[in-house]
């Protein structure tokens, strides 16, 4: 067992107070005097720092620099930089490039541009009530005077004359076509979704010839006090049909006819 000597000036040398004894090197610090953190300090040469010295449980770090740390929670963390947190680069006006709302990545609000956002890529909403598209059903206005007069005008569609004239209800509610033959009314595509409905206002116009006829396709239903029309022959005259969608039975119902216009 190695003993190792120490004498009153040994140990004021090495800046340890405490009396003379043996110290075995099998035994913990303990057997010394009490040592203060800058003595320890005082007798390590590759530390760091400087002050008391530090244990796991619930340390005081005066102003350290901790690098890059692998992890940690900022829960209980106060005088967070907003300069250094994605989007707050002023204390009134955090700035984000997009938000989601209730979900990562199906109800994102962008900016497009000055006064101006979008929901999923649509725009809603401009600063000053110029008018802006509203997609998904909207009236395409910002303004009660706007919205007024987009509900109540609506595109006038021209149909492609052929033998199946095809119908796109997607397109809007009124169509014209110029019959040049005999012609068969397509299925319109692109019907009402289930428990929705449309009107299809179609005028049908004969050609300069006239005597022109219109067979209309397995989609189109007809009633006892409405049955199906035979258009107005003359050349040039016109008449309107005017459907409406039954979602239950998949079907357009003539409602209406007005002939020789």
Not at 46 to 61: M, N, Q, Y
Not at 230 to 251: E, G, M, P, R, W
Request: charged share 15%; net charge negative; with cysteine.
């Amino acid at each position: 067992m190695r003993h190792v000597k120490t004498g009153v000036a040994s140990e004021q040398a090495a800046g340890v107070g405490g009396g003379g004894g043996d110290a075995l090197t099998t035994d913990p610090l303990s057997q010394f005097a009490a040592t203060t953190s800058a003595q320890l300090r005082g007798v390590i040469s590759d530390e760091t720092g400087t002050g008391a010295l530090v244990f796991a449980t619930s340390p005081t770090l005066v102003t350290p620099a901790l690098g890059t740390p692998a992890s940690g929670t900022l829960t209980n963390c106060t005088g967070l930089p907003q300069a250094g947190t994605v989007g707050l680069t002023t204390a009134d006006s955090p700035q984000f490039t997009a938000v989601n709302v209730g979900h990562a990545t199906d109800t994102t609000i962008t900016r497009v541009s000055a006064g101006k956002i979008a929901v999923e890529g649509n725009e809603v909403y401009q600063a000053g009530g110029t008018d802006v598209a509203i997609a998904d059903g909207g009236t395409g206005a910002s303004t009660a005077v706007g919205a007024r007069t987009a509900l109540r005008q609506h595109t006038d569609n021209d149909l492609t004359d052929a033998a199946t004239v095809a119908v796109n209800a997607a397109l809007g509610e009124h169509f014209n076509v110029t019959l040049a033959g005999n012609r068969t009314l397509g299925n319109p595509t692109n019907a009402p979704a289930a428990g929705l409905t449309q009107m299809l206002v179609i005028r049908v116009k004969q050609d300069a010839t006239g005597s022109r006829t219109l067979a209309y396709d397995t989609k189109y239903r007809f009633s006892t006090d409405i049955p199906s029309p035979t258009l107005t022959t003359t050349a040039s005259k016109q008449d309107v049909l005017t459907f409406k969608y039954d979602a239950d039975a998949d079907k357009w119902d003539l409602v209406a006819i007005v002939k020789g216009f």
